[in-house]
């Protein structure tokens, strides 16, 4: 399952704090955390490092970030795409609803070419209305190429419970291993350990030799319950973006690493093919015993259950199913004193002169049948006329579109825009989407 670390919509108590006191917490105070046990999910409620801040919208939970200037907060790009500055502000505190400072965002900004669907690109800043009374934490800008098994501290106002969705507007902390260096972003596996829900934007810490926390990464996106994996945005990629001199420098045009192909993927055949980490994914579905499709309840395609068909299908069900009676009908018709109608796909005849009776059209039953002489009317009509001229209620196929007959109407449904195909349902035994 793959998604993004989506943005947090929690109330959040937050008010206006007068300037306090901030407590002390030099960026050592993280000795109670063991690198084994303690994790975002689940874990302990962390309240060092104070220039790692909550972003709330609305008064709601909404982000994570951290102070890297007086006025300039870095986050995600999905954190501020879309979205409005004068409803944003910088929480900083513990958590939200103990806010030592809240401070009023006065701009935003996306980096230029961060891509939603691709996930890529995914950093931005938020730029404070004024300085911030803390002291803002400085970036890595090394190359991470080579960082693969590097053990970073990663913090975050997000859920505790990826199942349930709870826990947010506290802040936590963990250590954890990367596992994946890509282009622009790095990955981590770490067992029961996680980024989630709310930690978007937030930090993953490279601490020195010194005892300094550089910020490496941001937090983008990982699997849907958080119980598998996450996904950074590399910080040392966008130093040009972000405001700091030296290390490697952006194009004017990143390169899309995926040609295209976006995380929401799409069918080739049986295969999904999507793109996630700044590479292109493949999965075969038939090796499942399954087909590529859209999956609603993910919201990206995937590999999902065939539907159920006939043991034995034909190669190609026909373009018509045959007429049983040959055009004759349910109303019937009259030849000579004979009535000639079709019933449950048969051809009946029944001779209205061996009972003293002549063929002629029923008024009270809606069909041709062996009346008395006396009940002919003095004008036979010759056929009664067919509403839906020559469509029957079987249906038919034109392209994409089904035609059929039903209570005298010509009816039509476009199936395309319902992203199926016209074809033969064998278990109603009509055209039908399918």
Not at 72 to 91: D, E
Not at 250 to 274: H, I, L, M
Request: aromatic share 10%; proline share 6%.
């Amino acid at each position: 399952m793959r998604k993004i670390i989506s943005i947090l919509a929690v109330a959040g108590l937050v008010a206006a704090c007068s300037p306090g006191s901030i407590e002390d917490i030099s960026p050592t105070a993280d000795d109670s955390f063991s690198r084994q046990d303690n994790k975002i999910v689940g874990g302990s409620v962390y309240e060092g490092l104070p220039a790692v801040g909550a972003l709330v919208y609305n008064g709601n939970m909404h982000c994570t970030g951290t102070l890297i200037a007086p006025r300039k907060v870095l986050t995600a790009g999905h954190c501020v795409s879309g979205f409005s500055a004068s409803r944003m502000q910088f929480v900083i505190g513990p958590r939200i609803d103990q806010a030592q400072y809240v401070i009023d965002a006065a701009s935003i900004q996306a980096h230029p070419y961060y891509n939603g669907s691709s996930i890529t690109n995914d950093i931005g800043l938020v730029i404070l209305k004024q300085d911030a009374p803390i002291a803002p934490l400085g970036i890595n800008t090394a190359s991470m190429n080579s960082w693969k098994g590097t053990s970073l501290f990663f913090v975050g106002y997000g859920v505790n419970n990826g199942y349930n969705q709870t826990g947010a507007g506290i802040k936590r902390a963990v250590w954890m291993d990367i596992t994946g260096v890509s282009t622009s972003t790095f990955s981590y596996e770490n067992p029961d350990k996680n980024t989630c829900n709310g930690d978007s934007g937030g930090p993953a810490f490279l601490k020195t030799s010194s005892g300094d926390y550089l910020v490496a990464g941001v937090t983008s996106y990982g699997d849907q319950y958080c119980n598998s994996y996450g996904v950074d945005t590399r910080v040392d990629a966008y130093l040009d973006f972000v405001g700091e001199t030296g290390g490697s420098t952006q194009p004017d045009q990143p390169a899309d690493p995926c040609n295209g192909e976006t995380y929401e993927g799409r069918c080739d055949g049986d295969t999904v093919v999507w793109c996630e980490n700044d590479q292109v994914n493949t999965q075969d579905c038939a090796a499942s015993g399954k087909v590529c499709g859209w999956s609603d309840q993910y919201g990206y395609y995937g590999c999902v259950a065939a539907p159920q068909q006939p043991d034995e299908p034909p190669d190609q069900p026909p373009d018509q199913p045959a007429d049983p009676c040959n055009g004759e009908t349910y109303e019937g018709r009259c030849d000579g004193d004979s009535v000639i109608w079709c019933e449950n796909d048969q051809v009946n005849t029944q001779d209205c002169a061996a009972s003293g009776k002549v063929c002629g059209w029923s008024d009270q039953y809606g069909y041709y049948g062996c009346i008395t002489a006396a009940q002919q009317p003095d004008q036979q009509p010759e056929q009664p006329a067919d509403p839906c001229n020559g469509e029957t209620w079987q249906g038919r196929c034109e392209g994409d579109t089904v035609i059929w007959c039903e209570n005298d109407q010509v009816n039509s449904i476009d199936c395309g825009s319902h992203g199926a195909s016209c074809g033969w349902n064998y278990q109603k035994g009509y055209y039908d989407c399918i």
